[in-house]
């Protein structure tokens, strides 16, 4: 069973502490044999390049928070997939409920980005989900929806270009608890087989304040958890790496 875990650390820490964080983060996956988890990390802009040095050796690719839609020209303040793959980024986020909340992202926008990212060689990890709650059949239906928006363009960009789907609903990030396990088990079903057939051999993680303990709960039913704020503490995202381990022991052993 492949799982990928990845962290986004949003803007919650400073500069000096996102090294510290990485340092902390790099110590700990040199500590432990994971060598078949996909994990990557996603700091600031300005902490892409010292981060990726840090992790240099631990097995954890790092990427960038935004892309760009368009690969050159006078948009101020943007980065390009060009500029982030020069740097050593191997994932560019997009379609986060915060940026389609608070910057007003289309879905469109979403799939420009998502474009930009395979036209690079990026692995876009694309934020979806239902942005109130509705019931399982639904969510499912709307979740599906924006991925077939948001991989409308791959095959006429890059055939075969792999993507992290994360099934993020707005309702439950920033929330005290995760989405129920079977709700969340449902739609990350929905989301494999439309994947399976828009981008095969992608995953489809949980994120909207996953954390320790869920991962265990919902073993199988998701390819791996989208870390946010409940990984900013080194020794909780420890604790997630060590389930993810436990999980593949035992899967090989049954």
Same mark, same amino acid.
């Given at each position: 069973?492949?799982?990928?875990?990845?962290?986004?650390?949003?803007?919650?820490?400073?500069?000096?502490?996102?090294?510290?964080?990485?340092?902390?983060?790099?110590?700990?996956t040199r500590s432990r044999s994971h060598?078949?988890?996909?994990?990557?990390?996603?700091?600031?802009?300005?902490?892409?390049?010292?981060?990726?040095?840090? $992790?240099?050796?631990?097995? *954890?690719?790092?990427?960038?928070?935004?892309?760009?839609?368009?690969?050159?020209?006078?948009?101020?303040?943007?980065?390009?997939?060009?500029?982030? !793959?020069?740097?050593?980024? =191997?994932?560019?986020?997009?379609? =986060?409920?915060?940026?389609?909340?608070?910057?007003?992202?289309?879905?469109?926008?979403?799939?420009?980005?998502?474009?930009?990212?395979?036209? =690079?060689?990026?692995?876009?990890? *694309?934020?979806?989900?239902?942005?109130?709650? #509705?019931?399982?059949?639904?969510?499912?239906?709307?979740?599906?929806?924006?991925?077939?928006?948001? $991989?409308?363009?791959?095959?006429?960009?890059?055939?075969?270009?792999?993507?992290?789907?994360?099934?993020?609903?707005?309702?439950?990030?920033?929330?005290?608890?995760?989405?129920?396990?079977?709700?969340?088990?449902?739609?990350?079903?929905?989301?494999?087989?439309?994947?399976?057939?828009?981008?095969?051999?992608?995953?489809?993680?949980?994120?909207?304040? !996953?954390?320790?303990?869920?991962?265990?709960?919902?073993?199988?039913?998701?390819?791996?958890?989208?870390?946010?704020?409940?990984?900013?503490?080194?020794?909780?995202?420890?604790?997630? #790496?060590?389930?993810?381990?436990? *999980?593949?022991?035992?899967?090989?052993?049954?």
């Amino acid at each position: 069973m492949s799982i990928t875990i990845g962290v986004s650390l949003k803007a919650y820490l400073g500069y000096r502490d996102t090294l510290r964080w990485a340092s902390d983060i790099a110590e700990i996956t040199r500590s432990r044999s994971h060598s078949s988890i996909e994990l990557f990390v996603l700091p600031a802009f300005p902490a892409l390049v010292p981060v990726r040095d840090i $992790l240099t050796g631990s097995g *954890i690719a790092v990427g960038s928070q935004d892309i760009a839609a368009d690969d050159a020209g006078n948009q101020t303040g943007e980065v390009t997939g060009a500029m982030l !793959a020069d740097v050593g980024c =191997h994932y560019a986020e997009v379609g =986060h409920a915060e940026r389609r909340r608070h910057f007003g992202e289309s879905e469109q926008v979403v799939a420009a980005k998502t474009a930009a990212a395979l036209r =690079h060689r990026l692995v876009p990890v *694309i934020c979806l989900g239902e942005p109130t709650r #509705l019931d399982l059949d639904a969510a499912v239906e709307e979740s599906v929806r924006q991925l077939r928006h948001a $991989l409308g363009g791959v095959q006429s960009v890059r055939p075969g270009g792999r993507v992290v789907v994360a099934y993020e609903p707005h309702w439950a990030i920033g929330a005290a608890e995760p989405a129920p396990d079977e709700h969340i088990i449902a739609v990350v079903a929905g989301l494999r087989r439309a994947a399976s057939q828009l981008a095969p051999g992608s995953s489809v993680i949980y994120g909207g304040s !996953a954390g320790p303990g869920l991962l265990t709960r919902l073993a199988g039913g998701v390819d791996g958890l989208f870390l946010g704020r409940f990984a900013h503490d080194p020794k909780a995202f420890a604790t997630v #790496l060590d389930e993810a381990i436990a *999980i593949q022991l035992k899967t090989a052993a049954s």
